[in-house]
């Protein structure tokens, strides 16, 4: 039975891709038979609420609780999904004291999100940062080759692994639809700055209605900003399916993320996706099968409009979260 021991500052009850993505990694863990202990902020007492995002909870280890959870078993794997957060900095840096081999994931495009939630910090910095929360892996995972092109681009020479993501299809799946005359148009997302909503909330499309799904710092803004939209927001398992399948076309605005679990579960609903055609969405998204990526976010809806919706589920059926763990377990580095 192997032994993992996964570090994360993104879990429940945060509400995310990377949150999805670890649940269904413990849940994957337990049915091979391997043991995998989270260590997540809720189990430090020293913290708080994140500045403009109080449903994420910055947590601060001491040491010795460290050093503590690092040498308790004898772990066959460590890996540590958030290096930027201070859960995940601390953890790396007692691995290195104790010469302990480690792997990260890149979940995000820090420096692009850095630089949408504060225009006044260079994207030159936010790389600095990144180069410095990473200097003492041995390996990244990171989500699509283009992330990995990217990370390589920059000048990371770790070992650097590309790691798929899955869908919970008991819940996300097609359903019988008519067509309608009036097309909902709908973005699933946390209501934050950097994830370019104002880009989806300010589309002028005849006969559309728009529906935004999530909720975070942002939100107050933009439901003021444009009365016309539906703000619905948080929702979870069957609801949130409901409205996958109940949208005319999926639309992500975001440039800030790697993939995007929300392309993937709409997919599996049979909803074709409108998105830019930065990382993320070219390595999900092939035009005129499952979506369309354009420049123009309107013109990418459009087109999306005459997508066969059997297709487009078709397409998503190779992201399984079985698929996602086996290639976890099988790139994980021994932590001897």
Sequence with gaps: MAKILLVTDA???QVNGVVTTLHHLVKQAKQHGH???VIHPSLFKIGFPMPGYSEIRLAFPMPWSVRRHLKKKIWDHIHIATPEGPVGQSFSRTCRRLNIPFSTSCHTKFPDLVTARYPFVSKKLGWKF??????DCT???????????????QGFKQRIDTWTRGVDRDIFKPIERDSRDIKTLLCVSRVSHEKGLDDFCSMHLASTRKVVVGDGPYL?????????VSFVGKKLGTELAEYYQQADVFVFPSKADTFGVVNIEAMACGTPVAAYPVTGPIDIIQNGVNGYMDQDLATAVKK???LDRIKVYESSLIYTWENCYQQFFDILLPAR
Excluded: G, S
């Excluded at 990144?130 to 200097?135: A, C, L, Q, S």
């Excluded at 390996?139 to 681009?153: F, G, M, R, V």
């Design 11 to 13: 879990w429940h009850p």
């Design 304 to 306: 999306c409009y005459e």
């Design 220 to 228: 107050k803004t933009l439901k003021k900003r444009y009365p016309d």
């Design 139 to 153: 390996q990244i995972l990171t989500t699509t080759p283009a992330t990995k092109q990217d990370l390589i681009d």
């Design 130 to 135: 990144m180069h410095h929360v990473y200097k």
């Design 35 to 37: 043991y995998i202990r």
